[in-house]
């Protein structure tokens, strides 16, 4: 298009600050917040607390995988997820390349509000579309794959005939997920869908699980071990709410700025506005 060399490389040098600048501020907290969890040994009584909630790998899968890993998509995106859910389903027993590749097979469903909703919010700023109506029609786009995806990640996993053993598990964690996410996108726009979705879809899973089981326990390598004695991890429940604390305060930070009506607050007070001398107000969009 006859651009100057000096205008393309200065526009490509901005492009790519700005798709590298989210990654170092969302994801490289994340991460040492992981490491400082697991120098300090709390992150096994997480692993061991998750592991408390059922032995069958498929629900472990369900929870870990899809709902702890949509969270942490939601939060910090750009492979968190596999970082942490990976390593915890590794410590279940999956093997690595498997529960890096079913880790990311989860990842499908939250991965558009990914990062407080950088995706989108990028599109928004790309396109001038209104952000919200943006929000809500990728949600609805998203609505049939939320609901598929837990299916297909056990499908993938275990085998038809294995997934259906634990479809109403599967059913109430893709329901929650996907209503919740929708709600979320429509109402209140992409920041915070994938975090409260995968939120509520843990405490959905949580509560259900207690009241129901499946008629056959697999373990990490697909074994039938119906028979054998559960092994139980005893932690106090102040030993257990310290390994959930740094998530927890991670959690309740992310929601606060989620809210658009703080985070436009936060933006009057920081925001500073970058253009490229040459360019600004001069490109058209046809």
């Known amino acids: 298009f006859h651009m100057p060399a000096r205008l393309a490389l200065t526009t490509a040098a901005f492009g790519a600050g700005y798709g590298i600048f989210p990654i170092c501020w969302i994801i490289l907290p994340v991460i040492f917040l992981h490491d400082l969890t697991v120098k300090t040994g709390t992150f096994v009584t997480l692993q061991e607390s998750l592991?408390?909630?059922?032995?069958?790998?498929?629900?472990?899968?369900?929870?870990?995988?899809?709902?702890?890993?949509?969270?942490?998509?939601?939060?910090?995106?750009?492979?968190?997820p596999v970082?942490?859910?990976?390593?915890?389903?590794?410590?279940?027993?999956?093997?690595?390349?498997?529960?890096?590749?079913?880790?990311l097979l989860a990842n499908t469903a939250p991965v558009a509000f990914g990062a407080l909703g950088i995706p989108t919010v990028s599109l928004h700023a790309v396109t001038g579309l209104d952000l919200l109506p943006l929000s809500?029609?990728?949600?609805?786009?998203l609505l049939p794959f939320c609901l598929l995806v837990p299916f297909w990640l056990i499908w993938a996993y275990a085998g038809f005939r294995a997934m259906l053993e634990v479809w109403p598990a599967?059913?109430?964690?893709?329901?929650?997920?996907?209503?919740?996410?929708?709600?979320?996108?429509?109402?209140?726009g992409p920041t915070l869908a994938a975090i409260v979705a995968a939120t509520s879809t843990i405490v959905a899973l949580v509560a259900f699980l207690r009241l129901w089981k499946p008629k056959r326990v697999l373990n990490a390598k697909g074994e039938d071990?119906?028979?054998?004695?559960?092994?139980?991890?005893?932690?106090?429940?102040?030993?257990?709410?310290?390994?959930?604390?740094?998530?927890?305060?991670?959690?309740?930070?992310?929601?606060?700025?989620?809210?658009?009506?703080?985070?436009?607050?936060?933006?009057?007070?920081?925001?500073?506005?970058?253009?490229?001398?040459?360019?600004?107000?001069?490109?058209?969009?046809?």
Request: aromatic letters at 12%; hydrophobic letters at 50%; glycine letters at 6%.
């Open 136 to 141: 809500r029609t990728i949600a609805v786009i």
């Open 83 to 103: 970082a942490v859910c990976g390593s915890i389903l590794i410590s279940l027993g999956f093997r690595p390349l498997q529960a890096a590749y079913l880790t």
């Open 170 to 188: 599967i059913l109430v964690a893709s329901a929650t997920y996907a209503v919740a996410q929708l709600l979320m996108a429509t109402y209140s």
């Open 51 to 80: 592991a408390n909630i059922t032995d069958d790998s498929r629900l472990q899968l369900l929870l870990i995988a899809f709902a702890l890993g949509a969270f942490f998509e939601g939060t910090s995106g750009f492979g968190t």
């Open 225 to 286: 071990v119906s028979s054998e004695t559960r092994r139980r991890f005893e932690h106090s429940g102040a030993k257990i709410f310290k390994a959930w604390m740094p998530w927890l305060v991670l959690s309740a930070v992310v929601f606060a700025w989620g809210i658009p009506q703080f985070s436009r607050w936060m933006d009057s007070k920081t925001t500073i506005k970058f253009t490229v001398a040459g360019l600004h107000n001069v490109v058209e969009r046809v």
